[in-house]
T-cell receptor, first 115, second 115 residues
Framework: GAVVSQHPSWVICKSGTSVKIECRSL??????MFWYRQFPKQSLMLMAT?????????EQGVEKDKFLINHASLTLSTLTVTSAHPEDSSFYIC???????????FGQGTRLTVV | AQSVAQPEDQVNVAEGNPLTVKCTYS??????LFWYVQYPNRGLQFLLK??????LVKGSYGFEAEFNKSQTSFHLKKPSALVSDSALYFC?????????????FGAGTRLFVKA
């Protein structure tokens, strides 16, 4: 299957700082990438959908200015958590898809801890 | 609006016995249905999908799922469970009624297989 690499796997940052998470499709071009947030023992909550070269579409309740998404190429999307606070601590997962009729492949996730 | 329900938080089964993890969905138009598995602190791994064609879909690691349009169900099954199958399973649906074809995930079902 296709490989999606997410980096870093875990990060600890101080409150007020910004953190960037990268999501790369290693062996295919991803027309669409998705960012999810997962709370402990809960399902994935879709944060935003990003298409290469255009602005991300954010889900209701997700702050665009806090969670900056950039999808500069067909193989790379980044999520930047700006001015992070402890409540932003969570497991963030990206996924990438070749086309609309295909399944999505997931990165290994990033555990963010804000102290 | 599309939705997906996994009615069981947890399923317990003895090794060697058959297992079923339930999923029902609601979408407009033809559904795209998926099963994913998640191990602790990891991203999701794709198991199988239904787009069109045969109602019985075979996937990775011996898993299969049956699409039942009249019952709007897509239950995951395996004839003989292994201890290593213990994980968190997510059913997901994508419908034609969602702009951008975003995928919605169920709450997840934790599978415990006892030796």
């Amino acid at each position: 299957g296709a490989v999606v690499s997410q980096h870093p796997s875990w990060v600890i940052c101080k409150s007020g700082t910004s953190v960037k998470i990268e999501c790369r499709s290693l062996d295919f071009q991803a027309t669409t990438m998705f960012w999810y947030r997962q709370f402990p023992k809960q399902s994935l909550m879709l944060m935003a959908t990003s298409n290469e070269g255009s602005k991300a579409t954010y889900e209701q309740g997700v702050e665009k200015d806090k969670f900056l998404i950039n999808h500069a190429s067909l193989t790379l999307s980044t999520l930047t958590v700006t001015s992070a606070h402890p409540e932003d601590s969570s497991f963030y997962i990206c996924s990438a898809r070749r086309g609309s009729n295909t399944e999505a492949f997931f990165g290994q996730g990033t555990r963010l801890t804000v102290v | 609006a599309q939705s997906v329900a996994q009615p069981e938080d947890q399923v317990n089964v003895a090794e060697g016995n058959p297992l079923t993890v339930k999923c029902t969905y609601s979408v407009s138009g033809n559904p795209y249905l998926f099963w994913y598995v998640q191990y602790p602190n990891r991203g999701l791994q794709f198991l199988l999908k239904y787009i069109t064609g045969d109602n019985l879909v075979k996937g990775s690691y011996g898993f299969e799922a049956e699409f039942n349009k009249s019952q709007t169900s897509f239950h995951l099954k395996k004839p003989s469970a292994l201890v290593s199958d213990s994980a968190l399973y997510f059913c997901a649906v994508r419908g034609e009624d969602t702009g951008g074809f975003k995928t919605i995930f169920g709450a997840g079902t934790r599978l415990f297989v006892k030796a």
